[in-house]
């Protein structure tokens, strides 16, 4: 079974440049999870009739946010956003809005597994999000998998907004404190770790160089100056299932590139 997933910076503006399904195409991935959609089911023109199609667009901002799964199998249940109880205990909203109004998680249920993806709000160049990341969501994101896992085993994927260790980011010293490499996100990861999450990408590939954002500034894809903060991971029970995590850094379209799983399942 092989998934994708792409921050893919707008729906409507990927496929307008032709570059959205011909990688789907190319890659034929059983499962597409896209983050920041910027949009409705309703206002995406594509077309791809072998996916069954889940939204999860973003309520009070238009064109903002948003995520979806595309899936050559219907899933066995849905999930949008967090549940009540997860809600009730981390009350998110900030001064920027509610970000479970955004659009940022969606959940698909299959038999033997359950597929999340996640748009992590970003921490802000001034870090004024910073504090709704490090002390509500993410940890209410944890404590959703969890939930989740206790029913059956989760592979989620997406934007999570941070470079976990300095060979995940080009230049990790000049960046140290900065939004997207503050020790308050990193810790965040930590966390998925400690939990017994696996970041697929690293059971194959060590060291530096392999990025999944770049800036439009300063000419920085084609010099790959980059950030790794697109990611696959599996709960512990299904590492050993693992055949395969990668990146795509010559899909073009986005700020982001794609990144891939493969297992067997």
């Given at each position: 079974?092989?998934?994708?997933?792409?921050?893919?910076?707008?729906?409507?503006?990927?496929?307008?440049?032709?570059?959205?399904?011909p990688?789907?195409?190319?890659?034929?991935?059983?499962?597409a999870?896209?983050?920041?959609?910027?949009?409705?089911?309703?206002?995406?023109?594509?077309?791809?009739?072998?996916?069954?199609?889940?939204?999860?667009?973003?309520?009070?901002?238009?064109?903002y946010a948003?995520?979806?799964?595309?899936?050559?199998?219907?899933?066995l249940s849905?999930?949008?956003?967090f549940?009540?109880?997860?809600?009730?205990?981390?009350?998110?909203a900030?001064?920027y809005?509610?970000?479970?109004?955004?659009?940022?998680v969606?959940?698909?249920?299959?038999?033997?597994?359950?597929?999340?993806?996640?748009?992590?709000?970003?921490?802000?160049?001034?870090?004024?999000r910073?504090s709704?990341?490090?002390?509500?969501?993410d940890?209410?994101?944890?404590?959703?998998?969890?939930?989740l896992?206790?029913?059956?085993p989760?592979?989620f994927?997406?934007?999570l907004?941070v470079?976990?260790t300095?060979?995940?980011l080009?230049?990790?010293?000049?960046?140290?404190?900065?939004?997207?490499?503050?020790?308050?996100?990193?810790e965040?990861?930590?966390?998925l770790?400690e939990?017994?999450?696996?970041?697929?990408?690293r059971l194959?590939?060590?060291?530096?160089?392999?990025?999944?954002w770049?800036?439009?500034?300063?000419?920085?894809?084609?010099?790959?100056?980059?950030?790794?903060?697109?990611?696959f991971?599996?709960?512990?029970?299904?590492?050993?299932?693992?055949?395969?995590?990668?990146?795509?850094p010559?899909?073009?379209?986005?700020?982001?590139?794609?990144?891939?799983?493969e297992?067997?399942?």
């Open positions: 079974m092989k998934l994708i997933s792409w921050n893919i910076n707008g729906i409507r503006s990927i496929h307008r440049k032709g570059l959205l399904v990688f789907l195409d190319k890659v034929k991935p059983d499962i999870c896209f983050q920041e959609t910027k949009a409705e089911e309703h206002q995406s023109e594509v077309d791809l009739p072998d996916y069954e199609e889940y939204w999860n667009s973003s309520s009070g901002r238009k064109g948003g995520t979806a799964i595309f899936t050559k199998t219907k899933p849905v999930i949008l956003g549940p009540e109880d997860i809600l009730k205990k981390y009350k998110l900030d001064g809005g509610d970000p479970n109004g955004e659009g940022r969606i959940t698909a249920e299959y038999k033997d597994f359950f597929v999340v993806t996640v748009y992590t709000p970003n921490a802000k160049p001034d870090l004024s910073l709704l990341r490090h002390k509500l969501w940890p209410a994101f944890l404590a959703f998998l969890k939930q896992e206790k029913k059956k989760v592979i994927c997406g934007d907004n470079a976990h300095p060979d995940d080009s230049h990790s010293k000049a960046n140290e404190g900065e939004h997207g490499f503050t020790k308050e996100e990193r965040g990861i930590d966390s770790i939990a017994g999450f696996v970041d697929t990408f194959f590939t060590k060291g530096n160089g392999h990025y999944t770049w800036s439009n500034f300063s000419n920085a894809r084609a010099r790959n100056i980059g950030w790794r903060i697109d990611y991971f599996v709960s512990k029970a299904l590492a050993p299932k693992v055949k395969s995590a990668k990146i795509y010559e899909s073009l379209g986005s700020d982001h590139c794609p990144v891939s799983l297992l067997e399942i």
